[in-house]
Nanobody, 119 residues
Framework: QVKLVESGGGLVQAGGSLRLSCEAS????????MAWYRQAPGKQRELVAF???????TYADSVKGRFTISRDNAKNTVYVQMNNLKPEDTAVYYC?????????????WGQGTQVTVSS
């Protein structure tokens, strides 16, 4: 079992920055990948970025060059630094963890944190 708690959302003007944090607790040693997803009103949840246990990162095209995902293994925390925010980045942002235990994949989600970018 893994519990994920996000923080850092809020209201920011276009061009501004925010950093989201996601702290994991529980069976953190089995986490293979951590990711950030987002869901805007009326839209499907979409992948923003992910980072593997080895530190490899992948980004959605819409955030490349603006967002940076990182993890602090000592604190069991993953971050996403969001710069040059745009109104279209407005969404609820969810932390996600993929856990593999004896060949079975488990997926965990945080409760979400609202990011609102005003124009």
């Amino acid at each position: 079992q893994v519990k994920l708690v996000e923080s850092g959302g809020g209201l920011v003007q276009a061009g501004g920055s925010l950093r989201l944090s996601c702290e994991a607790s529980g069976s953190v040693f089995n986490i293979a990948r951590m990711a950030w997803y987002r869901q805007a009103p009326g839209k499907q949840r979409e992948l923003v970025a992910f980072i593997t246990s080895s530190g490899s990162t992948t980004y959605a095209d819409s955030v490349k060059g603006r967002f940076t995902i990182s993890r602090d293994n000592a604190k069991n925390t993953v971050y996403v630094q969001m710069n040059n925010l745009k109104p279209e980045d407005t969404a609820v942002y969810y932390c996600n963890a993929d856990v593999w235990i004896i060949g079975t994949r488990y997926v965990y989600w945080g409760q979400g944190t609202q990011v609102t970018v005003s124009s």
